[in-house]
């Protein structure tokens, strides 16, 4: 499903710019014009990322900002700050208030672009709650399932999360240390080699259709999941 974000802009050029944009990379924009449009554009579903131009009739982007981060349901939606204003003064209000980022006007398309995906990634880093499929290896993050064709894998809590870390993020090396921090977490203390075991368990449960072999061990370097078997 496509990702909704709402498009706050009193500049009728600007936001069907931002709209046009928005639509030709996949996204579902919605538009309010002044500050109280915003508002009842505010339920559910709720939009999924927010672009918050700084002065609007009705009230300011920044009172906008303030009033979304104090309700328990629009608190967590992420807001990236329009504005023709580029003072430093200016943007730490702009964050202080619970903006994400901050875009100065004029930008490229691009540059919106990145700083969305950006934005995105940071408020949920490991892509979401969308299921991850490779080769008829199927993981459902959401259901906590692990499925192979029709086959449903059993697997411990610590070997779907290494799987699921793996999925997102193929054909790359990580030594054991980076999957620590990345599988276990940084504030726990386990020893190297409890990668290795775990690398194990997981082979031993998805060797089903030889799946096993796309979690590749690199010498002297870590481990790689590739598809390329």
Do not use: C
């Given at each position: 499903?496509?990702?909704?974000?709402?498009?706050?802009?009193?500049?009728?050029?600007?936001?069907?710019?931002?709209?046009?944009?928005?639509?030709?990379?996949?996204?579902?924009?919605?538009?309010?014009?002044?500050?109280?449009?915003?508002?009842?554009?505010?339920?559910?579903?709720?939009?999924?990322?927010?672009?918050?131009?700084?002065?609007?009739?009705?009230?300011?982007?920044?009172?906008l900002a303030k009033k979304m981060k104090k309700d328990e349901f629009t608190r967590q939606i992420p807001v990236i700050m329009l504005t023709a204003r580029g003072e430093e003064e200016d943007k730490i209000r702009g964050l202080e208030a619970g903006a994400d980022d901050y875009i100065t006007k004029p930008f490229s398309p691009r540059e919106l672009m990145a700083r969305i995906k950006a934005v995105i990634r940071r408020v949920n880093p490991t892509g979401l709650d969308d299921q991850v499929e490779v080769h008829g290896l199927r993981l459902d993050p959401v259901s906590h399932r692990v499925t192979c064709g029709q086959d449903a894998l059993d697997m411990g809590p610590t070997e779907f999360k290494l799987l699921h870390f793996f999925m997102t993020h193929p054909e790359r090396v990580?030594?054991?240390?980076?999957?620590?921090?990345?599988?276990?977490?940084?504030?726990?203390?386990?020893?190297?080699?409890?990668?290795?075991?775990?690398?194990?368990?997981?082979?031993?449960?998805?060797?089903?259709?030889?799946?096993?072999?796309?979690?590749?061990?690199?010498?002297?370097?870590g481990y790689r999941f590739s598809a390329r078997v």
């Open positions: 499903m496509a990702r909704r974000i709402l498009v706050v802009e009193d500049e009728a050029p600007i936001r069907e710019m931002l709209v046009f944009v928005l639509d030709q990379n996949g996204y579902q924009p919605i538009e309010a014009e002044d500050y109280d449009e915003a508002m009842q554009l505010m339920v559910e579903p709720y939009p999924d990322l927010v672009l918050l131009d700084w002065m609007l009739p009705g009230g300011s982007g920044v009172q990580y030594s054991r240390e980076q999957l620590l921090d990345q599988v276990w977490g940084t504030n726990i203390y386990v020893e190297d080699r409890t990668v290795d075991v775990h690398i194990r368990r997981l082979r031993k449960a998805i060797e089903q259709d030889g799946h096993d072999k796309m979690i590749q061990t690199v010498r002297g370097a």
